[in-house]
């Protein structure tokens, strides 16, 4: 009786979950940026393509760019919210009852929980996908699907806990890739506000554009909210004593057999499972664990587990198989070699961090995720 009554909770709990994945219903292709630079419009790009009920807008992503141009009011973006909102209202000739509004949160209550009550409620409602700006001001993504403990749409006050949330980042350039995570490793490593301010309209505040219905009051743009309900997450363990590599591969074989959801393993049945590479191995570590073709070396998708607890975290899939630089090579050559993930114009997803050398003379050598040097630039806003 006792078992059977475990039973009923566990099965309640589930069937409590509020999922939207506008996947399943939307066509939201995945688009890589063209240049450095131009993640707003490869998002605006997507968000064109993401209408529901088959109501698409396929523009390309230079024709997104110039229109983006015309709106945008700050010069110091690349694309900033009122160019990226301009481009979307103007190109988009069917709106499904609402319109794209951009929704910001001041820096000081808990703007990134806040925010994401808005995009869920959104996303729930009208069934968009949703543009955020991730890594302070640093670079704009496509939010496609969440899991939450709670319809927001019925729970008008918090919190609620997010649980999981999927996204198509337009990073790397020319591939992209699409990811499924835990709400802990989204406010972790992507949905934070800025770390300074800046000269900006926005320069303390966390930016979204969101589609909400015409008839909507729930948001006033000239009033950005300081307060209300939010979408909360388990905070990750960010420090300890980091796991072995070998423990790294036993973790990652019990998150196979049942972490991941059933359409992620069916794209890992393919692959074989890569080299764990530990990242940040002082901070904020974690295992990046790649699978793809052994024989040539090449990853099609990769796991990531926290370095601390083994934890599944996130899963990307790529656009495109890429070569992630092999460490053995270098440390061959007598190389010190560590992989780093400090979100910078030169790396904007944990899946693909860069590599930090050091000489003797401590001058530190900065590498992509492929091998090529790079002069770290971190990221003050979107570009």
């Given amino acids: 009786m006792r078992f059977f009554l475990l039973l009923l909770i566990a099965l309640s709990f589930v069937h409590a979950q509020h999922r939207v994945y506008l996947r399943q219903s939307n066509t939201i292709p995945l688009y890589s940026q063209q240049t450095d630079y131009w993640c707003g419009a490869a998002t605006t790009q997507m968000l064109l393509r993401g209408y529901p009920n088959g109501k698409e807008h396929a523009f390309d992503q230079t024709h997104v760019w110039d229109t983006i141009q015309k709106y945008k009011v700050e010069t110091g973006w690349a694309s900033d919210p009122e160019g990226m909102k301009g481009a979307l209202n103007n190109l988009a000739d069917s709106h499904v ?43 704009a993504l496509v939010v496609t699907g969440l899991t939450t403990s709670k319809n927001p749409v019925n729970v008008p006050s918090g919190p609620i806990n997010l649980i999981n949330i999927e996204v198509h980042n337009p990073w790397p350039p020319n591939k992209g890739e699409k990811v499924y995570m835990t709400g802990s490793h989204w406010y972790s490593r992507y949905f934070y506000p800025p ?12 930016l979204a554009t969101v589609h909400i219905a015409k008839n909507s009051n729930a948001f006033k743009e000239e009033l950005p909210i300081t307060q209300g309900p ?78 601390y607890t083994g934890d599944f975290e996130a899963m ?3 656009g495109k198989p890429f070569f992630y630089l092999n460490e053995r090579e270098y440390r061959v050559k007598n190389i010190n ?47």
């Fill in 97 to 139: 009852g609402g319109f794209w509004q951009i929704f910001w949160w001041k820096k000081g209550y808990n703007p990134g929980p806040n925010l994401m009550y808005w995009i869920a409620r959104g996303m729930t409602e009208l069934k968009f996908p949703a543009h955020a700006t991730v890594y302070g001001h640093g670079h």
């Fill in 316 to 318: 990307s899939v790529f």
């Fill in 195 to 206: 770390n300074s301010p800046s000269n900006s309209k926005w320069s303390e505040c966390m």
């Fill in 337 to 383: 070699i560590e992989a780093v993930f400090s979100p910078s114009k030169e790396c904007r997803s944990p899946f693909t961090p860069l590599w930090k050398s050091v000489s003797s003379f401590d001058e530190a050598v900065y590498y992509d995720y492929e091998g090529n040097i790079v002069t770290l630039e971190k990221l003050t806003r979107e570009n």
């Fill in 230 to 307: 939010v979408l909360v997450a388990p905070k990750l363990q960010k420090q300890g004593e980091v796991i072995s590599t070998a423990v790294a591969k036993l973790k990652m074989h019990e998150v196979l057999k049942g972490k991941i959801r059933e359409s992620d393993q069916q794209i890992l049945g393919g692959l074989t499972m890569l080299q764990p590479i530990l990242v940040n191995k002082n901070h904020q570590g974690y295992y990046l664990i790649p699978f793809g073709n052994v024989r040539t070396n090449e990853s099609s998708a990769a796991i990531i587990l926290n370095a």
